[in-house]
Structure formats: structure tokens, C-alpha cells
């Protein structure tokens, strides 16, 4: 792996295919690894299935204080269906831009996270240190993070980092997300006699009319605003003249701080009737720090100083890794900032502003060196 500068390192990180699914992260995540073990850090990795691996990496540390932690996912999302006009894994660059699938969504982050811990690696003992996380299985669902926060491997940590693309804007959290399909049953029969059969689809369109005006009676956020709700799949019925006896709906719900998922599912539950098989396939609190919390302020100074402009509260319209990681770092205050064009992630031709990159690795550094008093 190549890590004289910003973009040869990207580019190293764009050269494995870790499109998910199937997601094949361990290679690039071996190899990220092995660089961040030459520049002292101790490296820990977790297969969350084989071949699809993360890594921890951390360096320094000390009593008093838990470390910085500095997180991006390793997988990407597919090429899409149109075709692209420039090889997705060559990292081929056209002025200020790095051209390659995974380059703003965060290949660049990764990149920029790893350069900027090089800076004070060999700098970092006795001092609250610094812990990288990098995942695999981020995409369609955080499940990477999932695991490792379910296993020891984190450790602690003060403050997070995560460099998902915000073109270097500070975020002060995201929405949170709970996904389920809900399965109908009916009773076939031959669709000149409907009497005799039971109609799935009906139930499911019942239940998608008493989604649509389904009242979260949660306030709504300041800065997130209302918690919002989408029916995104309806299947069911295998031919025109048969009753159908199997309808499925597919459900996307992105709550706001404050809701208690636990009682907003029962609430669902009641509404679907004990007639539908509820699956939750995803279910990941909200992510949010007050923009006055001590260090935000700190981070808003420090991208004051390197965008020229002063930063507001604002969200990321994404899910992060962040809503597990907080599992094992309960309290730590988060911002989401990384080099990547938050427009350009799953686009054909993702591209990531060279500058933005460079500008990253400044960023990160300052931030290291506030919360480490290098
Ligand atoms: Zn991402």
C-alpha cells in the first residue's frame, strides 16, 4: 500500500474491489492494517464473516484520559447500472479530481485518517492516544459495526471522528433508522372464484394505508427535523388469476433523538395486527451531539480555521457507524467530517476533491493534536 501522499494512498485504497455485497474488505483491510502496525500502532482485527474483515488500531494512551477515536468503513456499494467513463478502481485523477467507486464515500477519509494519525504516531505515548477504526459491512446496514460492539475490541474512547463525506463540514449527528419487511398471509384460490381465497394483498394494502397516516407523535428535532416514514417495497400474488396468498411490504422509518424505538415498534406491532409477520432487519438510534458540548466547539474552531466559514449545526441526511460505535462509547461527543462530496457517494464517476482530502488530513491533525495536547 502506498502512502507517500493523500491521493497515492486513496488511490491504494481504491484499487481493491470491496463492493458490497459481496464486500471482500479482508485484503485492503490487511494491508491498511500492516501500515498502521509500521507506524507503531497495535492492530487488532474481526472477521465479521470470512474475508470480511475490520481493523483496530490504536496508539498512546493514558490514565486520565480515554482516547480519540477516528473511524471510516473499508466496503463500498456496487457500480450501478450505468457505465462509468472512468476505471473505477484505477484512481485516476482530472484536475482536483480522484476519480474511483468508494472515493468520496470514504476511501478519502480512510486515506485521510490514516495520514493524519502518521503524523503523530511516534509522538503519542504517555498521551490520551488515538484509535482507528476502520469497518467492513457498513453499507445496507452497519453490520461490521454491529459486531465489533459487541465484542471487547473498541476499548474506550472520549470522542469520535467519523469520516463519512461532508466535504470537511462538521456534523452533529444523524437520524436514526429502523427497517422491517411485513409479511401477510391469505388463502389462494382461482381468481373467477375470490370467495374462496383469502387476499394477502388486500391485508398489505390496508396496512400501508394505515402506515401512511401513522402519527409518530414525537417532536420534531431542531436541527433534524420530524421523523419520517416510507413503505420503499410491496410484493406478493404469483399471477393475475389467482387470489394471492403471500404479500410482503418493506418499511424505512429515520426517527429523531428523544423516540424510544422499543415502544415505537410495539406501537407498530399493534397497528399491523397479530396477522403480520413483523421482521426488523435493521434498528440503529440517532446520532447526536449538542453543537455546544465543550469539544464540538473546539472541532467548529478548527474548521472555522481551515474553511473560512463558521459552522452551524447541522445533520447528516445518513446512517453511520457511529450508532454502534456509540454502543461501546456511550457519551463521547461525535462529529461527522470527512473530505468526501456528501452529493457524489453511490453516484456513477464518484469523484473526491484532491484539496478536500489534503484539507482532511489538516483537519484530522488538528484535532489529534487538541484532544492529545501534542
Ligand atoms: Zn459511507
Redesign the pocket.
Known amino acids: 500500500m502506498r502512502a507517500a501522499d493523500a491521493v497515492s494512498l486513496t488511490r491504494s485504497l481504491l484499487s481493491f474491489d470491496t463492493i458490497n455485497p459481496p464486500g471482500r474488505e479482508a485484503d485492503c483491510a490487511r494491508q491498511a492494517g500492516a501500515l498502521l502496525e509500521e507506524m507503531g500502532f497495535s492492530v487488532a482485527y474481526d472477521e465479521y464473516q470470512p474475508g470480511r474483515t475490520s481493523v483496530v488500531a490504536r496508539a498512546g494512551g493514558s490514565e486520565g484520559k480515554a482516547p480519540l477515536c477516528l473511524t471510516g ?1 473499508l466496503d463500498t456499494v456496487a457500480l450501478g447500472a450505468r457505465a462509468w467513463s472512468k476505471d473505477p478502481f484505477a484512481g485516476e485523477t482530472d484536475g482536483d479530481r480522484l476519480y474511483g467507486r468508494g472515493s468520496s ?2 476511501k478519502a477519509g480512510v486515506a485521510a485518517i490514516i495520514l493524519a494519525a502518521r503524523s503523530f504516531a511516534a509522538r503519542l505515548a504517555g498521551t490520551p492516544g488515538i484509535t482507528i477504526v476502520l469497518t467492513a459491512a ?2 445496507g446496514g452497519c453490520l461490521g459495526s454491529q459486531r465489533l460492539a459487541a465484542t471487547q475490541l473498541l476499548g474506550k474512547a472520549g470522542a469520535l471522528v467519523v469520516g ?2 461532508t466535504a470537511n463540514y462538521p456534523y452533529v449527528g444523524h437520524k436514526g433508522s429502523i427497517k422491517f419487511h411485513a409479511s401477510f398471509k391469505g388463502v389462494s384460490a382461482h381468481g373467477s372464484m375470490p370467495e374462496l381465497g383469502v387476499n394477502a394483498i388486500y391485508k398489505a394494502a390496508r396496512a400501508v394505508s394505515a402506515l401512511e397516516s401513522f402519527q409518530f407523535g414525537a417532536k420534531a428535532h431542531p436541527v433534524m427535523g420530524a421523523p419520517t416514514m416510507n413503505v420503499g417495497t410491496m410484493a406478493g400474488g404469483s399471477g393475475v388469476n389467482m387470489v394471492p396468498d403471500t404479500a410482503t411490504i418493506g418499511v424505512d422509518i429515520r426517527t429523531v433523538p428523544g423516540m424510544d424505538h422499543g415502544a415505537l415498534l410495539e406501537r407498530l406491532r399493534a397497528l399491523l395486527g397479530a396477522d403480520a409477520q413483523m421482521e426488523v432487519f435493521s434498528n440503529l438510534p440517532p446520532v447526536w451531539t449538542s453543537p455546544q458540548a465543550e469539544w464540538v466547539e473546539r472541532v467548529y474552531e478548527i474548521c472555522r480555521a481551515h474553511l473560512g466559514t463558521n459552522p452551524e449545526p447541522r445533520t447528516a441526511t ?1 446512517m ?1 457507524d457511529a450508532a454502534n460505535l456509540l454502543k461501546a462509547y456511550a457519551g463521547a461527543p461525535t462529529v461527522v467530517l470527512g473530505p468526501g462530496q456528501p452529493e457524489l ?1 453511490h453516484q456513477t464517476d464518484e469523484w473526491c476533491s484532491v484539496e478536500r482530502i489534503r484539507q482532511a488530513v489538516a483537519i484530522y491533525e488538528a484535532i489529534i493534536k487538541d484532544w492529545c495536547r501534542l
Open positions: 468503513h464515500d470514504m457498513e453499507e463519512e463525506p445518513y453511520t457517494a
